[in-house]
């Protein structure tokens, strides 16, 4: 795993001034300073203390790192803290609602869709993103627009059957 | 990652001028391949210019019947746009083909056709590497090239482009409007990409102080006889051994103009005009695809792990330009290959 702001070699150029950032997270107006190289997975754990988002490959081959930007599922190891600057971004802490699970996040619990649980966090963002953009119908369609999210564990089939679940409670409410 | 400086372009004229003042500074756009490149300490740009934000996110049709795609377009978008959808589904299918779905949502149409070769020495910088050190040597010749290219290769380099997108642009024979300091110009889409011959460094024509502003699509757009089809170690979000893109017009069972255009096979995604011309005025059945095939692999050289490539390349043509002319284009989602 790589560490927050990796720097693989001695820095050659004279140090960049940190930048100021402001990011709507989970419905709160945040302000912080970062050195460009700064990810919005790095921002996000490191510097807003939001340890949900988890960190797993920190190259884009995992999917343990989404969240959703203006709506959007995204893999935030790979963009920059001040690329989102006014940006607005869910993190699964951001979910639930007034003390009530996401549909999701029951959905998960009822169909028990992890074992170890570090990739949870990504599949719900990724899923709610999902649902979001409305393509996928059949377990075949959820599986391929799901298959930027790895589960080490093998939870595959619990967690389709899970979005679907959460699926079919959102749709009876809106 | 190493030290950079960050600077946002509010327009295209002040994209250029800065790229100008800084040549060893890079664009950003959605960032999936140059953040994970500058982890990898294989690009180290001394600055980056932010080009996300600029206003070339639009997909507008021409006025002589195609389309003009933003540079900025997201990938997501750009496959699940209406006038993609409905006019070049084959184009829809090889985007959907590729990455993840968030990663099409960062991924722009302009950075998928500067992304770099997934050749794993490259991205390892303790090994010898033309494309990234040029004159060090090449790692793979003598290593392991499983998925290394069987056409077009050079002494110096057999690296593949990975892009799934690219290989269908190539097939519908889009064009790339680019814009430098001495102002507009327009590539066609085979003339992008470049073989790797002495200096692989350079993955493209496109000159590194130019910003890609627009790809467009002519009129013709193969919305019923297509097919994409992608070959890999698992069945999504894995780059392409091969990928087939097919088009064609049929009129009762003889095929009209016919577009063949392979990935993962050669440094550029490859088009061979014989091969087509082989297609053409033919009837449409497996002999005149075995045909074709052997036309377009007839200079195909493997090396030590992927020789496979060529017998693989030759069945999925087949397969990819039956699916074509029977209106069954690949699924990209249900995985059966049929
Ligand atoms: C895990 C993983 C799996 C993937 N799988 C696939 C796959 O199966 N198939 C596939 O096709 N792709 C795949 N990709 C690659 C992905 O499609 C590319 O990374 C993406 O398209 C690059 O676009 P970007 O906007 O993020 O580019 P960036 O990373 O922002 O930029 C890439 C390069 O293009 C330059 N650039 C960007 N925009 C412009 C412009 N307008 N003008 C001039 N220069 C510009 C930048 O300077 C940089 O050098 C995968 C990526 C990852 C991380
Ligand atoms: S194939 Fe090309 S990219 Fe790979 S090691 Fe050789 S020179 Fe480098
Ligand atoms: S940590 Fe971002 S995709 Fe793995
Ligand atoms: S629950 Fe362990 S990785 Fe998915």
């Known amino acids: 795993m790589t560490q927050a702001n990796t720097v693989g070699r001695a820095p050659t150029s004279p140090a960049p001034t940190k930048i100021l950032v402001a990011l709507d997270v989970n419905g709160r107006q945040r302000q912080l300073t970062v050195a460009p190289w700064t990810t919005l997975l790095d921002a996000l754990r490191d510097h807003l203390d939001l340890t949900g988002t988890k960190k797993g490959c920190d190259h884009g081959q995992c999917g343990a790192c989404t969240v959703l930007v203006d709506g959007r599922r995204i893999n935030s190891c790979l963009t920059l803290a001040v690329m989102k600057d006014g940006a607005k971004i869910t993190t699964v802490e951001g979910l639930a609602t007034e003390g009530a699970l996401h549909p999701l996040q029951q959905a998960f619990i009822d169909h028990d869709a992890f074992q170890c649980g570090y990739c949870t966090p990504g599949q719900i963002c990724s899923a709610a993103g999902l649902i979001a953009e409305g393509k996928a119908k059949s377990a075949d369609e959820i599986r391929e627009l799901m298959s930027g999210n790895i589960c080490r564990c093998g939870a595959y089939p619990n967690i389709v059957a899970a979005i679907q679940q959460a699926m079919g409670t959102m749709a009876g409410r809106s | ?338």
């Open chain 2, 1 to 338: 990652m190493i030290n950079f400086q960050y600077a946002r372009a509010n327009d295209v004229a002040d994209a250029v001028r800065m790229i100008a003042t800084d040549p060893t500074a890079k664009f950003i756009a959605g960032g999936t391949n140059l953040i994970d490149l500058m982890k990898e300490d294989v690009e180290r740009p001394s600055g980056l210019i932010d080009i996300s934000r600029l206003p070339l996110k639009g997909v507008e049709e021409t006025s002589d019947g195609g389309v003009r795609i933003g540079a900025l377009v997201p990938n997501s978008d750009l496959a699940w746009h209406p006038l993609i959808e409905q006019r070049y589904p084959l184009l829809r299918n090889a985007i959907l083909a590729g990455a993840s779905q968030q990663l099409r949502n960062m991924a722009s149409t302009g950075g998928n056709l500067l992304q770099r070769t997934r050749c794993a020495y490259f991205y390892d910088i303790a090994t010898p590497c033309n494309k990234r050190e040029p004159g060090s040597g090449c790692s793979a010749i003598g290593g392991i090239n499983r998925i290394h290219a069987i056409l077009g290769t050079s002494e110096s380099c057999i690296a593949t482009h990975p892009s799934d997108m690219c290989v269908a642009l190539a097939a519908l024979d889009a064009k790339v409007h680019v814009t430098g300091p001495a102002g507009e110009r327009v590539l066609a889409f085979t003339d992008f990409h470049r073989l790797p011959d002495s200096s692989p460094q350079t993955d493209t024509n496109l000159h590194p102080n130019e910003l890609i502003t627009a790809v467009e699509l002519p009129a013709k757009g193969f919305p019923a006889n297509y097919s994409y089809l992608k070959i890999r170690d698992r069945l999504s979000y894995a780059f392409a051994l091969v990928s087939i893109a097919a088009a064609m017009e049929l009129e009762g069972g003889t095929i009209g103009e016919a577009r063949l255009a392979l990935g993962g096979v050669a440094h550029k995604p490859w088009r061979d005009s014989a091969a087509e011309s082989a297609l053409r005025g033919q009837p449409a059945n497996q002999t005149t695809f075995e045909q074709a095939a052997d036309i377009l692999l007839r200079d195909a050289r493997g090396y030590e792990h992927n020789t496979f490539k060529i017998d693989l390349a030759r069945r999925g043509i087949v397969r990819t330009l039956t699916q074509a002319a029977q209106a069954t284009p690949q699924s990209q989602s249900d995985k059966k290959i049929r």
